[in-house]
């Protein structure tokens, strides 16, 4: 039976920190499920799901616990389920730009919240406008939508949102996984 672990590892950034989370979970027989990886700042972030048995995740915690001593980093565990059966959900891929202005992402996500629409997937970009040197965000989401749910009445409730809100924005199918 397989057993579940998400993992959450925030350090300094520095050369082959991916490689050392990938090595021991390959050495005690884990398999990386899932995983995002980025450098925000100075400091690289991870959060991974790892599948193995009950003693290869036991192991795999306790890899982590010296890996984290050695390099100095901050770690959370949590033993989690399988992934859900998603057959009743349609994945749609969002992106959002506009003036980057505090409470955007806060209103697009109770938005989709208040849809009953689960957000699979969030990443956010900042830059600055090329003429205007404007702070913009972009963003990009995936949700999952439910198959009993009208798209077009959806997509209108959401270019209707992002109209008052002055965001530019598009919701489509995510191609190659429908």
């Given at each position: 039976?397989?057993?579940?672990?998400?993992v959450?590892v925030l350090?300094?950034?520095?050369?082959?920190?991916a490689?050392?989370?990938?090595?021991i979970?390959?050495?005690?027989?884990c398999?990386?499920?899932?995983?995002?990886?980025?450098?925000?700042?100075?400091?690289?972030?991870?959060?991974?799901?790892?599948?193995?048995?009950?003693?290869?995740?036991?192991?795999?915690?306790?890899?982590?616990?010296?890996?984290?001593?050695?390099?100095?980093?901050?770690?959370?565990v949590k033993?989690?389920?399988?992934?859900?059966?998603?057959s009743?959900?349609?994945?749609?891929?969002v992106?959002?730009?506009?003036?980057?202005?505090?409470?955007?992402?806060k209103?697009?996500?109770t938005?989709?919240?208040?849809?009953?629409i689960?957000?699979?997937?969030l990443?956010?970009?900042s830059?600055?406008?090329?003429?205007?040197?404007?702070?913009?965000?972009v963003?990009?989401?995936t949700?999952?939508i439910?198959?009993?749910?009208?798209?077009?009445?959806?997509?209108d409730?959401?270019?209707s949102?992002?109209?008052?809100?002055n965001?530019?924005?598009?919701?489509?199918?995510?191609?190659?996984?429908?």
């Amino acid at each position: 039976m397989e057993n579940y672990l998400v993992v959450s590892v925030l350090g300094a950034d520095k050369p082959g920190i991916a490689n050392e989370l990938s090595t021991i979970s390959s050495e005690n027989c884990c398999n990386v499920v899932d995983s995002r990886m980025a450098v925000l700042g100075g400091e690289f972030a991870v959060i991974m799901m790892i599948a193995g048995s009950w003693n290869s995740i036991a192991k795999f915690e306790t890899a982590l616990g010296v890996l984290e001593k050695k390099e100095g980093l901050m770690t959370l565990v949590k033993r989690t389920e399988m992934p859900l059966n998603k057959s009743n959900l349609m994945p749609y891929g969002v992106q959002v730009i506009s003036v980057d202005s505090p409470g955007i992402i806060k209103d697009i996500s109770t938005f989709f919240s208040s849809q009953s629409i689960n957000i699979e997937n969030l990443q956010t970009d900042s830059y600055k406008a090329p003429h205007t040197a404007a702070p913009m965000l972009v963003i990009n989401m995936t949700v999952n939508i439910p198959v009993s749910m009208h798209i077009a009445d959806l997509r209108d409730r959401f270019t209707s949102f992002c109209d008052d809100l002055n965001l530019d924005a598009s919701i489509e199918p995510m191609k190659g996984l429908l």
